[in-house]
């Protein structure tokens, strides 16, 4: 498995811990499913520490904290919740997300690059969450990222992959660099599926905290991803067109 | 006889307080910030009396518990008992769909379902209707809970509490947490706003997947517009986003309400323990009943009840989650 800014992550999965019924309920998901990862937002909740209660739960889970810059839809924003993050979690990971979009919220990926070399010049390790273009992931690992988050569907949508072919090629075209599909997976297929692709990854946050029983939804998310990951290093068969039999034909009376 | 010592003059004390003298007992209660007002955050609900509703997004308990609720209200004060309304853009029904297999006791309500019940409301093809909820004016509850403690005697002091009493129950939210180590803050914000032309006559909730929204009327209208779930105790203003947020679902409602004054704004921090539920603890002489989060009104009465079982008859229900006594 690549690693994320020289950190091995205990598996690929990684939840976000907006959107849960209680901190409780979002306890036992990241108990369930063993995520490595938690991100957190700080744009609305961070003015003045004020969001220090939460936060300390956040930490209390004893994985490692991405925090994200949700909600921020200029650079300047972006950088700033960015250093906040880094003040108040003693972390140098930013989750960047720029949003362009109001429905979609699609990235402004023109933003994404410039403030993605703002911070990585400032000390940053930046996950950008990003398109599946492929000039906008080059432009972004020049601007020093050294991981790439593209969506699989819009944040909250839970329609899975919309465009495996872009996954595959980013893939291909990014050998040695982790590749999280973050945002749109609805179901434990849908991250399997990423996984099966080769992504280092899945970051997800909607499909579980929304989730009538979101621990089980969690565990059923880590139990996709570790499926597919062991499917993508099995090296799957090729789809054919015509049944190929598993045990010869020749010698058996076919009548 | 004993005396019983209430701290704290928000929904959780005066509901605890009117329990305990409806049970017999001989009560007091001393809050130094004086009679309900907008120095508690109780002030700030939205009074619905809702367990359907809520159990969309809350746990067990509230559902059940909540159901005491519009009986002892009704008792004490005005409920309107009209039912909740649960609406969605053509866009968003996939979180009506959602909602409805989270939770019980509704009636599917098309096109004309939802213009018979409000004929105010523009555009919505299908909703929810639970016409066993209800609703009341948080501070006109308030103050009839004050006024009927006064007339059964119950001495108010506008004071701290004494250090050393005995029997003391603790109903101060926020104010407790030293106490009470994993009690945190939700910060909630709301705005009141006078739509003379509109008319709707019960709680309308709007899905949506990042902004859900209700709207209460409160009579000559006067609506309460909420509430933001923040995790954060900042109680300091309302902030632009928020107010945009409420605004402009109000505004999906009815476009009538861009034409609204607004009256005033409210925010403030729900006392929670990590589930979102209740709990009464007895920690020494003191019995510490908190943690109704977004449940002020709906479980004020089971809580109410919980410490007057414990307080009384040292029975256990099963919101005691420590007992130390």
């Known amino acids: 498995m690549r690693k994320f800014y020289g950190t091995d992550l205990p598996n690929p999965l990684m939840l976000g811990t907006a959107q849960y019924p209680s901190p409780a309920i979002l306890e036992e998901a990241f108990r369930a499913s063993g995520a490595g990862v938690a991100t957190v937002s700080l744009r609305r909740e961070g003015a003045g520490g004020a969001g220090q209660t939460f936060w300390q739960m956040i930490r209390d889970l004893g994985v490692y904290i991405l925090p994200n810059t949700a909600g921020c839809h200029t650079v300047k924003e972006a950088v700033t919740t960015a250093q906040m993050a880094r003040e108040v979690f003693g972390t140098d990971w930013i989750k960047l997300e720029l949003i362009g979009h109001t429905d979609s919220l699609q990235p402004d990926v023109f933003q994404l690059v410039e403030a993605a070399r703002i911070l990585s010049e400032d000390g940053f390790q930046v996950f950008p969450y990003t398109t599946e273009d492929l000039i906008v992931g080059e432009r972004l690992l020049e601007a020093g990222c050294e991981v790439l988050m593209p969506w699989g569907a819009p944040i909250g949508s839970g329609r899975g992959l919309n465009n495996e072919y872009g996954l595959r090629a980013m893939r291909a075209e990014f050998p040695d660099t982790p590749l999280v599909v973050d945002a749109g997976i609805g179901l434990p297929s849908h991250a399997a599926h990423a996984m099966e692709l080769g992504y280092d990854a899945v970051l997800l946050n909607t499909a579980v905290a929304r989730a009538g029983d979101p621990a089980l939804m969690a565990k059923a998310m880590a139990q996709a991803v570790e499926a597919g990951r062991l499917a993508y290093e099995a090296d799957p068969i090729e789809a054919r067109d015509m049944a190929e039999a598993s045990t010869p034909v020749i010698g058996k009376a076919f009548l | ?325």
């Open chain 2, 1 to 325: 006889m004993t005396i019983w010592s209430v701290i704290g003059a928000g929904v959780c004390g005066l509901a605890v307080a009117t329990e305990l003298a409806d049970r017999g007992a001989k009560v007091q209660i001393f809050d130094p910030a004086g009679p309900p007002g907008p120095h508690g955050c109780s002030w700030w609900a939205g009074g619905m009396l809702a367990p359907w509703c809520e159990y969309e997004n809350a746990e067990e308990p509230v559902l059940r518990l909540g159901q005491e609720a519009i009986s002892w209200w009704a008792e004490r004060t005005k409920v309107t008992k009209a039912g909740t309304l649960v609406v969605a853009s053509k866009r968003d029904l996939p979180d009506l769909r959602r909602f409805a297999r989270r939770t019980e006791s509704f009636t599917d309500a098309g096109r004309e379902e939802i213009a018979a019940l409000e004929p105010d409301l523009h555009g919505f093809g299908k909703g929810l209707y639970f016409a066993a909820e209800a609703h009341l004016d948080p501070r006109k509850a308030l103050q009839d809970l004050f006024r009927g403690l006064s007339e059964k005697g119950v001495e108010f002091h506008k004071a701290f509490a004494p250090q050393g009493l005995d029997n003391v129950v603790d109903c101060r939210g926020l104010a407790a947490r030293e106490y009470l180590y994993d009690l945190r803050g939700v910060k909630g914000e709301m705005l009141i706003i006078r739509a003379p032309d509109v008319e709707i006559t019960r709680p309308v909730r709007l899905l949506h997947p990042r902004i859900p929204l209700y709207i209460v009327p409160r009579g000559d209208g006067v609506y309460m517009l909420g509430a933001t779930t923040i995790e954060s105790e900042d109680s300091s203003r309302i902030t632009a986003r928020s107010m945009l947020e409420l605004l402009s679902a109000a505004y999906a409602l009815n476009p009538a309400f861009g034409e609204a004054e607004v009256l005033e704004t409210g925010v403030d921090l729900r006392p929670a323990f990590p589930d979102n539920l209740p709990r009464i603890r007895r920690l020494g002489k003191t019995i510490y009943a908190n943690g109704l989060y977004r449940h002020g009104y709906l479980l004020a009465p089971a809580v109410a009840k919980g410490v007057a079982e414990l307080a009384l008859n040292n029975t256990h229900s099963e919101m005691v989650d420590e007992d130390r006594a």
